[in-house]
């Protein structure tokens, strides 16, 4: 099965910037789509971000739009979001999904995930 693992949570201000990374293994990478998803307390999980395999499907929530970039690595195992101009709002529980379908991923985040990283942004 697929083990993923994210990092570079934090604590920032408003207006700061942050970058989140996910890293898999266990999996033909070759296939498989990435993704991130959130969740504060009291709110519902939220799809932020997913990546295609090959890195030509982008999906972005319109509320990070603008702000937020996501990528594959150099090594197609790995997974980043590139988080500017962060708001209050963003604080959440961020967490690493993935799946070999892009339609299963974008439709719900897919049948792996990771433990999750904390975003806190507060002044």
């Known amino acids: 099965q697929v083990h993923l693992v994210e990092s570079g949570g934090g604590s920032v201000r408003p207006g700061e910037s942050l970058s989140v990374s996910c890293s898999a293994s266990g999996y033909d990478y070759s296939s498989l789509s990435m993704g991130w998803f959130r969740q504060a307390p009291g709110k519902e999980r939220e799809h932020v971000a997913s990546?295609?395999?090959?890195?030509?499907?982008?999906y972005y929530a319109e509320s990070v739009k603008g702000r937020f970039t996501i990528s594959r690595g150099n090594a197609k195992n790995t997974m980043s979001l590139q988080m500017n101009s962060l708001k209050p709002e963003d604080s959440a529980m961020y967490y690493c999904?993935?799946?070999?379908?892009?339609?299963?991923?974008?439709?719900?985040?897919?049948?792996?995930w990771g433990q999750g990283t904390q975003v806190t942004v507060s002044s």
């Open positions: 999904a993935a799946d070999n379908s892009w339609s299963a991923l974008t439709g719900g985040g897919g049948g792996h």
């Open positions: 990546v295609s395999a090959a890195g030509s499907l982008t």
